[in-house]
């Protein structure tokens, strides 16, 4: 039986990873710091649980033991943490790094997390330009994109076998930053209209963690060193996220397309972009990657677990709190509803 270790699979990439490597026979273990945070279904279905800090070479080198087939880091920000993998790389078949989207940088030196949003001439290929490494606080805007482009460069001039993934505003039941939220809480406080900054043209390519799960096996069979995108086979708009979901719930409301004379701070999504970020998938489709589903599809279990855990109270704390200054933001009713009754008159 093929084994696969997952570094920090009981977060959101490494569940969905888990869960189908498991369905096709794959033998999984997973490491993290709390097995309460492995769901159920997953444990039931077979994956093991291995107690492991990713900050230690001595756990990560047990949790690995004799070897695998193939190795998923999910928990790799910094060069550090990549000089931390090569030692278990070397022992693995394949391996799969998780990166991000957010090293891309566009001809002006414009990103994912900067100021000025980044505008690129098409869908951005694998060999888009991307950031300058560097080491500053990952968890900051500025050293997020820096970082993980330094961890890229460890792993690729290794010469192991590994795969950079690079994903793009990942959803997914579990997900930490679960930005449906957006849409789902209006249909929950049942909001009679939605407002949508430059009209809901704002493209931000979406990706399902159930895609890239399936990278993750296409991978696992052809182990090589390389950086492949990793997003849903198609680029909605936030107009149409805000339709599925609002389609999915039932939830009939107005559409309020604002155009550029409404207030900046109406009508924001997690998708707004003057110019459309679209990832390139031919190269992951010329290894033999098939999608999963698409954003409709896959979206539909973030859905109904973001609505379960606010029907039951959300006792696992799993919704963004109304302070969350990521999410606060989005729910300004009362400015809304100033505006709206303008609008009206």
Known sequence: MRRALILGGTGLIGRAAARRLLAV???????????????????????????????????????????????VDCLCYTAADARLLLPLAGNATSTVLISSRAVYADADGNHANSD?????????????????PGDMDYRSREGYGPNKVAAEHVALDSGLPITVVRPSLVHG??????????????????????????????????????NVAALIETVAGRPGARILNCADPDAPSALQISRTIARHLGHTREEVLLDATAPDTLGRTPWDSPH???????????????PDGDYAATV?????????????????????????PYFSRFFDYAAEDVFLAGHTC
Not at 46 to 64: T, Y
Not at 276 to 290: I, Q
């Open 25 to 71: 026979g794959w033998k999984v273990d997973v490491t993290g710091r709390d097995p309460a945070h492995l769901p159920y279904e997953i444990a039931a279905a077979g994956a093991g649980f291995i107690g492991a800090d990713r900050a230690d070479e001595v756990q990560l080198r047990a949790a690995l033991g004799d070897g695998a087939d193939l190795l």
């Open 300 to 324: 539909a279990a973030e859905i109904d677990w973001l609505v379960a855990a606010a029907r039951t109270g959300d006792r696992a704390g799993a919704l963004p709190s109304a302070a969350d």
């Open 276 to 290: 459309p970020v679209v990832l390139d998938m031919s190269a992951a489709e010329r290894l033999g990657y098939r």
């Open 116 to 132: 000025v949003r980044p505008r690129f001439d098409g869908p951005v290929r694998e060999s888009q330009p991307t950031l300058a």
């Open 173 to 210: 039941a579990g997900a930490a930053c679960p930005r449906e939220w957006v849409f789902v809480k209006r249909a929950l406080d049942r909001r009679g209209s939605v407002l949508l900054a430059h009209g809901g043209t704002g493209v931000v390519h979406p990706t399902a963690a159930a």
